[in-house]
């Protein structure tokens, strides 16, 4: 069974930083395609990032570009999503998604999901 267990969400300051992991228990991890999605209170889940098999192809909502990094390790199996410059609209709780075709994690169809981790900025 597949499962994703993110961390390293918590309470910040706007202009702050905070770093999430995400663990995958999957023997495939180094042939999916991870992303981080949010959903802030009343809102729709939204995309936030995404990264190929290998790390080289990495994609970005525009809300985040220029502050967020998303990077993996396939020798730990965990994808991390460092941001900067945070602000209020970042609050959230941040969900990694995990497939073998990184065009489903972008739009939002990948096959398995975390539980997700709070993220909270305050200004």
């Known amino acids: 069974q597949v499962q ?12 702050g930083s905070l770093r999430l992991s995400c663990a995958a228990s999957i023997r495939t991890f180094g042939n999916s395609g991870m992303g981080w999605f949010r959903q ?9 990032a995404a990264i190929s ?6 994609f970005y909502a525009d ?11 396939n020798g730990k199996d965990t994808v991390y999503l ?9 609050t959230g709780v941040y969900y990694c998604a995990l497939d073998g075709n ?8 990948s096959e398995y999901w975390g539980q ?7 200004s």
């Open 4 to 15: 994703l267990v993110e961390s390293g969400g918590g309470l910040v300051q706007a202009g």
């Open 40 to 48: 802030a209170p009343g809102k729709e889940r939204e995309f936030v």
């Open 53 to 58: 098999r290998s790390g080289v192809r990495t």
């Open 63 to 73: 809300s985040v570009k220029g502050r967020f990094t998303i990077s993996r390790d």
């Open 82 to 90: 460092q941001m900067d410059s945070l602000i209020p609209e970042d």
């Open 102 to 109: 990184i065009n489903d994690v972008v739009r939002g169809f």
């Open 116 to 122: 997700g981790t709070q993220v909270t900025v305050s």
